[in-house]
C-alpha cells in the first residue's frame, strides 16, 4: 500500500524491523521499574494504529 503512494524508491522498514506491541510494552515496564517513570505519553505513530492498541494500553 506505501508503495503505491509513495513510489518504488520509498524505503520503508520490514515487517520483522517495526517495533512490536510486546516491545513497547517491555520498554515501558522496564522504564516504571527500573528507572522510575510514573507518566508515559503515546504520541502517535504507526505502531499506535494497530488492531490491539487496548491492550496495550491496559498492560502499561
Do not use: P, W
Not at 7 to 36: I, P, Q, R
Amino acid at each position: 500500500m506505501g508503495g503505491e503512494i509513495f513510489g518504488g524508491d520509498y524505503g520503508f522498514l520490514k515487517k520483522e524491523e517495526v517495533v512490536s506491541l510486546e516491545e513497547m510494552e517491555e520498554v515501558a515496564t522496564v522504564f516504571g521499574k527500573e528507572v522510575g517513570v510514573v507518566k508515559i505519553g503515546m504520541r502517535g505513530g504507526e505502531g499506535l494504529m494497530g488492531k490491539d492498541l487496548g491492550m496495550l494500553i491496559e498492560k502499561v
